[in-house]
């Protein structure tokens, strides 16, 4: 299978940014912009209180909506929490599992990512599955390993029916909001690993359906040589996506290697 096989995805992490009513109309002028392509898969994923009101706004468009987590149980004593079907009522498609944000500040282990990407796949959710090396981890030699163990633990028990849903989002942390990017020959190096360890826990067919985005300060001036990379499959976009026009700049690169 070929990386046109693959359609791109740009999804949008708000992170803990906006309210309900500015997240509708950043969600506004994202549709405006590029709610009518149908080369590239665009999501954009507000905090809960915001899903709503974008969903609202992104319903009948080429937006889709995502999540930035969720709990691995369907309902139950879980103070604060918000379940896969909660979102699935709110016409989510994707949801965020793992982002080192979540790992780092609330404790989230490769077990506990695993259990919500369950979770995700069983209620019809399409879990975009953050994995990524510290600049420790980096300067230690480990990139490989720390990948294979975060991939290899999220992934338990997910087979080979769930690539065309699931999502990777390689995430090397000190890229993340810092303006540092992996240049596009390390973050290809990386997803070609990634895809190589796919095929060994849902088989090589399968592993080459499976998006593989990369996160950590994507922008317009680096996305083209990014996206062009042969493992890479869209971006997972912070910053850059809290301001419609290089949300859209980003779609538009994508768009441009589709053809
Ligand atoms: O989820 C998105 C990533 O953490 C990347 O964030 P960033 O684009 O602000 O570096």
């Given at each position: 299978m070929s990386k046109s096989a693959r359609k791109y995805l740009i999804a949008g992490?708000?992170?803990?940014?906006?309210n309900s009513a500015e997240g509708a109309e950043l969600a506004k002028d994202v549709v405006s912009l590029v709610?009518?392509?149908?080369?590239v898969a665009v999501c954009v994923c507000p905090t809960f209180t915001v899903l709503e009101s974008v969903s609202k706004v992104v319903s009948g468009s080429n937006v889709q909506l995502g999540a930035q987590n969720m709990h691995f149980?369907?309902?139950?004593?879980?103070?604060g929490e918000i379940s896969a079907e909660m979102l699935r009522h709110l016409f989510a498609n994707f949801v965020i599992l793992g982002h080192s944000e979540r790992r780092e500040d609330?404790?989230?282990?490769d077990a506990i990512v695993n259990k919500k990407t369950l979770a995700a796949l069983a209620a019809n959710l399409k879990p975009i599955v953050c994995i990524g090396e510290t600049l420790e981890e980096r300067e230690a030699g480990k990139v490989k390993e720390v990948i294979k163990t975060q991939l290899e633990g999220a992934l338990v028990g997910v087979t080979a029916a769930a690539a065309d849903a699931l999502v990777i989002a390689y995430e090397p942390v000190w890229a993340i909001g810092t303006g540092k990017t992996a240049t596009p020959e390390m973050a290809e190096e990386v997803h070609a690993e990634i895809r190589c360890l796919l095929a060994g826990l849902i088989g090589a067919e399968a592993a080459e359906k499976v998006r593989i985005l990369y996160g950590g300060s994507m922008k317009p001036e680096n996305a083209d040589e990014l996206l062009a990379?042969?493992?890479?499959?869209g971006g997972l976009i912070?910053?850059?996506?809290?301001?419609a026009s290089s949300f859209a700049a980003l779609v538009e690169s994508a768009q441009k290697l589709s053809k």
């Open positions: 992490n708000w992170k803990m940014n906006l709610g009518a392509q149908t080369d149980e369907a309902s139950g004593a879980y103070t609330f404790g989230e282990t990379q042969k493992n890479i499959d912070g910053g850059a996506a809290l301001k």
